[in-house]
């Protein structure tokens, strides 16, 4: 046995396997960026608008996974578990050390590199504006406060 093969082997067993981009893992729940098709954080799953989103995705690539963060509410859950059941998509609930540190609420990935350039549900699917803007109007004539007592 070699001398880097000792060091390497005592390494591995005091701080166990390294694993490779760390910080990345942390973010994707345990995954890495170039598997993901699409990306929620915990806001975005919690208000539950990009639903139909999350379907479009599922439509498109049926052998991919749901990854869904355990330290989200379970009520928020809820509707995304009814989804991955109706379109029988495999989907696993990740409670370890990554889904303690990562914002991120929601991941569709592939078991390989898909390598997809937007993957943020927000600007892949973005909203259309509920509210109309408001025409801009002319501005009234204020009336001074003698003029409002008097007429």
């Known amino acids: 046995m070699g001398e880097k093969d000792v060091n390497d082997y005592l390494t591995s067993g005091i701080y166990g396997t390294p694993q490779?981009?760390?910080?990345?893992?942390?973010?994707?729940?345990g995954s890495l960026r170039e598997r993901?098709?699409?990306?929620?954080?915990?806001?975005?799953?919690?208000?539950?608008?990009?639903?139909?989103a999350l379907k479009e995705e599922l439509e498109l690539h049926p052998d991919g996974q749901v990854?869904?963060?355990?330290?989200?509410?379970?009520?928020d859950l809820g509707?995304?578990?009814?989804?991955?059941?109706?379109?029988?998509?495999?989907?696993?609930?990740?409670?370890?050390?990554?889904?303690?540190?990562?914002d991120t609420g929601l991941l569709f990935?592939?078991?390989?590199?898909?390598?997809?350039e937007v993957i943020a549900v927000s600007?892949?699917?973005?909203?259309?504006?509920p509210t109309p803007k408001e025409e801009e109007s002319v501005p009234t004539e204020k009336k001074s406060l003698l003029k409002r007592f008097f007429s």
């Open 79 to 102: 509707p995304y578990l009814k989804l991955c059941g109706q379109e029988s998509v495999q989907f696993t609930i990740v409670t370890n050390q990554f889904a303690k540190k990562s």
């Open 36 to 52: 993901v098709y699409l990306s929620m954080s915990i806001e975005e799953l919690s208000s539950q608008l990009y639903i139909d």
């Open 67 to 75: 990854l869904l963060n355990g330290e989200v509410n379970s009520r």
């Open 123 to 129: 600007e892949k699917y973005p909203l259309a504006d």
């Open 109 to 116: 990935v592939a078991a390989n590199a898909v390598n997809q």
């Open 20 to 29: 490779t981009k760390p910080e990345e893992r942390n973010r994707y729940l």
